[in-house]
């Protein structure tokens, strides 16, 4: 397969084009996918139209896929258990008037998907299927180029160190931490080493990451907040309003994504997809 690769006008991301994803992907067009991945860290697949199954061989084809195992006390629609890999990220609501997805509603903090366990995921995929008029956005922020900007002192705080990142999937907001014992957690460094490319990227965010360790309660909020501040401006950051049929693959470990809000009453449904990451090394 040939395709063409244009970098989006923006802090990181590239958009790809002439290449059908339901169409199986050969080992050569695999790698040069990934070596593209790594460079720009998203990349945005327009006008694509593919069954989940199609979906998961393309993860399939970038590395394994991630099948979690969740413990029988979580609440996951049915539609996340339909194709083992496969988990949708919907508001719809079925007759009963639960969402038929996961995440389902209004906005979300940046975040690093699965940065609550011990082996992150490597990349993650959504592909859309029904969109908002308004809003529902998806916002992506360059987390090497934020640490090569960082200050030094907060570069200093962060550097070998590592944070506490903790989930819980019945709040959208920073999870209470005396409850620790029933909400998923992980410590991971607080600046990845992308096992690809060997190069550095912020990896803590403000919806999942509470501590650092070695530090008081103190100084640890005032580092990780001076740190949210930092990426979180606009100069590294690239926001992408969907159509259906978009489809967008991105370096877990590079970038952190946020959700922007949209009315509860418009529908949203993508269908995402993983590829398994290994621990990290600090």
């Given at each position: 397969m040939t395709f063409e690769i244009n970098k989006l006008d923006a802090p990181l991301g590239a958009r790809i084009d002439g290449i059908d994803l339901s169409q199986p992907l050969d080992q050569e067009t695999a790698a040069e996918i990934r070596d593209a991945l790594h460079e720009y860290i998203v990349l945005y697949f327009p006008e694509q139209t593919f069954s989940p199954e199609e979906q998961l061989g393309f993860a399939r084809a970038l590395g394994p896929v991630r099948i979690r195992e969740m413990p029988e006390d979580y609440v996951i629609p049915d539609s996340s258990r339909e194709v083992p890999g496969i988990a949708y990220v919907s508001n719809i609501r079925n007759e009963a008037g639960e969402p038929i997805g996961v995440i389902p509603d209004g906005e979300m903090w940046f975040h690093h998907d699965t940065c609550y366990t011990p082996a992150p995921d490597l990349y993650t995929m959504l592909y859309a299927i029904d969109v908002p008029t308004q809003g529902g956005n998806t916002m992506w922020a360059n987390m090497r180029l934020a640490w090569e900007t960082l200050p030094d002192e907060l570069k200093q705080a962060l550097e070998g160190r590592k944070s506490l990142n903790v989930y819980d999937y019945a709040v959208d907001k920073a999870p209470d931490l005396a409850n620790l014992d029933n909400?998923?957690?992980?410590?991971?460094?607080?600046?990845?080493?992308?096992?690809?490319?060997?190069?550095?990227?912020?990896?803590?965010?403000?919806?999942?990451?509470?501590?650092?360790?070695?530090?008081?309660?103190?100084?640890?909020?005032?580092?990780?907040?001076?740190?949210?501040?930092?990426?979180?401006?606009?100069?590294?950051?690239?926001?992408?309003?969907?159509?259906?049929?978009?489809?967008?693959?991105?370096?877990?470990?590079?970038?952190?994504?946020?959700?922007?809000?949209?009315?509860?009453?418009?529908?949203?449904?993508?269908?995402?997809?993983?590829?398994?990451?290994?621990?990290?090394?600090?």
């Open positions: 909400i998923e957690h992980a410590w991971n460094p607080a600046v990845a080493i992308h096992p690809a490319t060997g190069r550095k990227a912020i990896f803590v965010n403000r919806l999942m990451s509470c501590r650092l360790e070695g530090m008081d309660d103190s100084e640890s909020a005032r580092v990780l907040n001076a740190v949210f501040e930092h990426f979180e401006q606009r100069q590294f950051i690239y926001e992408h309003p969907w159509k259906p049929g978009d489809f967008i693959i991105w370096d877990n470990l590079s970038c952190t994504h946020a959700r922007t809000h949209f009315e509860r009453n418009e529908a949203r449904h993508l269908r995402r997809c993983k590829v398994n990451g290994d621990p990290l090394a600090v």
